[in-house]
C-alpha cells in the first residue's frame, strides 16, 4: 500500500511540503531545493508520488517513487 503523494508548494515564509490531502505542513523551508529534498525522502519512503509546484501554485515537476505501472525498459 502506497502512502500519501507529497506536494511541494509556495509559502509566505518560504517553500513547504504537505501530504496530500492534509492541512497542516509537514516541512516549512527557506529555499525549494531544501523542501524537495525533504519531500523526496518521504515519497521514497512511502513509495508515493512527489508533486512540485511553481511560486504560482501549478506543478512543473512530477516523480514517482511507487508502483509505476508503465516502467521503462532497459
Same mark, same amino acid.
Given at each position: ?22 492541512? $497542516?505542513?509537514?516541512? &516549512?523551508? !527557506?529555499?525549494? =531545493?531544501?523542501?524537495? *529534498? ?16 511553481? $511560486?504560482?501554485?501549478? &506543478?512543473? !515537476?512530477?516523480? =514517482?517513487?511507487?508502483? *509505476? ?6
Amino acid at each position: 500500500m502506497s502512502g500519501k503523494n507529497q506536494h511541494v508548494v509556495p509559502h509566505e515564509n518560504g517553500w513547504a511540503v504537505r501530504g496530500e490531502g492534509n492541512e $497542516r505542513y509537514t516541512y &516549512i523551508t !527557506e529555499h525549494q =531545493s531544501q523542501a524537495v *529534498d525533504l519531500a523526496r525522502s518521504i515519497a521514497e519512503n512511502q513509495q508515493s508520488e512527489l508533486f512540485i509546484h511553481n $511560486r504560482h501554485g501549478q &506543478i512543473r !515537476e512530477r516523480n =514517482s517513487y511507487g508502483n *509505476d505501472p508503465y516502467p521503462p525498459k532497459g
